[in-house]
């Protein structure tokens, strides 16, 4: 994967009511942050953006936006993969208010100042600040809808809980415990953490205790039952199972390795 970038602005101010309009688009990506509200055709819709909604125009997609009173936008133009939104599930030729807008502006600020500046490893440095860039457009997205509420505070929630029951792997947990922590019924504490983490607790919670079992089994000194014991499974057979499931041989054997 490989990013290169044409041109960039932060906090740029175009006159009032100005109008940016290409028909078939450009030969690279465009990155847009909207610092002020925008009228944005996409397809045959007519989008009435709020304050810091974001877009990525894909190469040869329409650019049609005209600002409803001041233009204030910070912009990155970059050639990348042709996959390059799906790379990083940021979306794209859309409209989408993230969370993390000041973020994505200090890193358009950032890249600016490396291309203007051209200190050494520059054109390095703008390539991680790209990833960075789309990495944390991709995190604080909230997809365009009604007044674009946000589960972000929720999130926060799940990642401390996810956090804990990750670092505490040898502990007996439940779902009424994780229940407790976020106070939300079963139901939604599964249906969140998926949508949040892709994943289950319970499958998280397994993954946690297997990678810290394999580090132990490298230790001679600690015999297998006791791996089992101190990451959390509740017998050596159950320990087994797993293991053998996830790794494709015994913890026995594993550990001759």
Known sequence: ???????????????????IYRPDGSDDYLFLLL?????ISIGDQNIITKENACLLYTPGAKQDYRALGKFVNSYVHFAGPENSG??????????????????????????????????????ER?????????????RGTVPIGNGGTSDGNLYEQF???????????????????????????????????RKFFRTTPHADLIQARLEN???????????????????GFSSIPHFCRY?????????????RR
């Not at 990083?88 to 358009?108: C, G, L, M, R």
């Not at 703008?126 to 991709?138: P, R, V």
């Not at 007996?172 to 106070?183: A, R, S």
Request: a negative charge; aromatic letters at 14%.
């Open 1 to 19: 994967m490989n990013f290169e970038l044409h041109f960039c602005e932060y906090n740029r101010k175009n006159p009032d009511f100005d109008r």
């Open 35 to 39: 610092k002020t509200p925008m009228r």
């Open 86 to 123: 799906e790379l990083f599930e940021v979306p794209a030729n859309e409209v989408f208010y993230p969370s993390t807008y000041e973020k994505i502006d200090e890193y358009i600020r950032e890249i600016q100042w490396e291309h203007v500046s051209a200190q050494p490893f520059s054109d």
């Open 126 to 138: 703008i390539y991680y600040l790209l990833c960075e860039l789309m990495i944390c457009a991709h």
């Open 159 to 193: 990642c401390h809980l996810r956090l804990t029951m990750i670092r505490e792997y040898d502990q007996p947990w439940t779902m009424e415990k994780l229940c407790e922590m976020v106070n939300l019924e079963k139901s939604q504490v599964y249906a969140y953490y």
């Open 213 to 231: 079992a394999r580090n132990m089994l490298t230790n001679e000194a600690v015999p297998i039952s006791e791996v089992a014991e101190r990451c």
């Open 243 to 255: 293991f053998k499931k996830e790794c494709g041989c015994t913890p026995g054997e594993y550990a």
